[in-house]
């Protein structure tokens, strides 16, 4: 129903800045949330922040809470994190994930869509 394709990954010194994208496809995004987790080695995976495509509603872990930031381009389906003063913490694999249910559910276990992931790495 929905295929999710991440990119923007890359390597990014401590400071630095960074944005991915997360094209979708097949079908209407209008009542789904959009989010992005990420995925250390050794590390369990983590909800970063997530969206309504509807509206502007949007949530932030602590962790990236004034640093990060969602976007979406409604014409080409793509949502956007915008990652600012990046630290070797934020090293992971990062995955773009949908859902069709109400509110943003920050655990894996809510989310029915995947992308492959794109990987940030962040030297120190």
């Known amino acids: 129903q929905v295929l999710l394709v991440e990119s923007g990954g890359g390597l990014v010194q401590t400071g630095g800045s960074l944005r991915l994208s997360c094209a979708a496809s097949?079908?209407?995004?209008?009542?789904?949330?959009m989010a992005w987790f990420r995925q250390a080695p050794g590390k369990e995976r983590e909800f970063v922040g997530g969206?309504?495509?509807?509206?502007?509603?949007?949530y932030y872990a602590d962790s990236v809470k004034g640093r990060f930031t969602l976007s979406r381009d409604y014409a080409k389906n793509t949502m956007y994190l915008e990652m600012n003063n990046l630290k070797p913490e934020d090293t992971a694999v990062y995955y773009c994930?949908?859902?069709?249910?109400?509110?943003?559910?920050?655990?894996?276990?809510?989310?029915?869509?995947w992308g492959q992931g794109t990987q940030v790495t962040i030297s120190s």
């Open positions: 994930a949908a859902s069709i249910l109400i509110g943003i559910p920050k655990k894996e276990s809510g989310y029915d869509y």
């Open positions: 097949g079908r209407t995004l209008s009542n789904y949330v």
């Open positions: 969206v309504r495509w509807s509206n502007e509603f949007s």
